[in-house]
C-alpha cells in the first residue's frame, strides 16, 4: 500500500472510516475504536489484500497461540509463539531480548555477528555462553530453535 493511499485514510473522517470498514471487514467495527485504529486497521487490511497478507506459517502459528488462550495457559516470550517451527531467520538490526536469571540481556544482530553490551561476537552461541557460564546452543537460548 502507497503512503498516498495511507494520507488519503487519514484524510477521512470517522464515518467514512467506519464505511470503508463495514465494506472491508462485513462487519461492524469494535466499540470504542478511535480514529487512528480504524486506519491502521484499514491500512493493514488493504495491504494484506494487495500484498498477500500473513504466511500460512504466521497464521499456523497465531491460530495456536489462540487456542492455548482460550484455553487458559499463561502465554509468555517468543518461544511459546515460535514452538512450531524449527528454526528462525535472523536479519541485521533485529533486537534479541532474553532474561536470565532476573536480568535482561539484549542483544542486536549485525551483518555478520551480534552485539552484547558493545562487545561484537561472531555467534549467538559464544553470547549465551557468555551469560549463563556454560555451553549452549545460541539460537536454543534466544528462543529462535526449538531444543
Do not use: C
Amino acid at each position: 500500500m502507497a503512503q498516498a493511499e495511507i494520507n488519503e485514510l487519514e484524510g477521512l473522517s470517522r464515518e467514512e472510516l467506519i464505511k470503508k470498514w463495514k465494506k472491508l471487514f462485513k462487519t461492524n467495527l469494535p466499540l470504542h475504536a478511535k480514529k487512528p485504529l480504524l486506519i491502521k486497521h484499514i491500512a493493514w487490511e488493504l495491504q494484506a489484500r494487495q500484498q498477500g497478507g500473513l504466511s500460512a506459517q504466521t497464521k499456523k502459528q497465531l491460530d495456536k497461540l489462540a487456542d492455548s488462550l482460550s484455553r487458559g495457559k499463561e502465554i509468555t516470550g517468543a518461544t511459546t509463539i515460535l514452538k512450531s517451527s524449527t528454526s528462525i531467520e535472523i536479519k541485521a538490526g533485529t533486537k534479541l531480548i532474553r532474561e536470565y536469571q532476573g536480568k535482561k540481556h539484549e542483544v542486536i544482530a549485525l551483518e555478520k555477528g551480534f552485539e552484547y553490551q558493545n562487545n561484537k561476537y561472531k555467534s549467538l552461541s559464544a553470547i549465551a555462553n557468555e551469560i549463563t557460564g556454560t555451553r549452549w546452543n545460541g539460537k536454543v537460548f534466544f528462543g529462535l530453535k526449538k531444543a
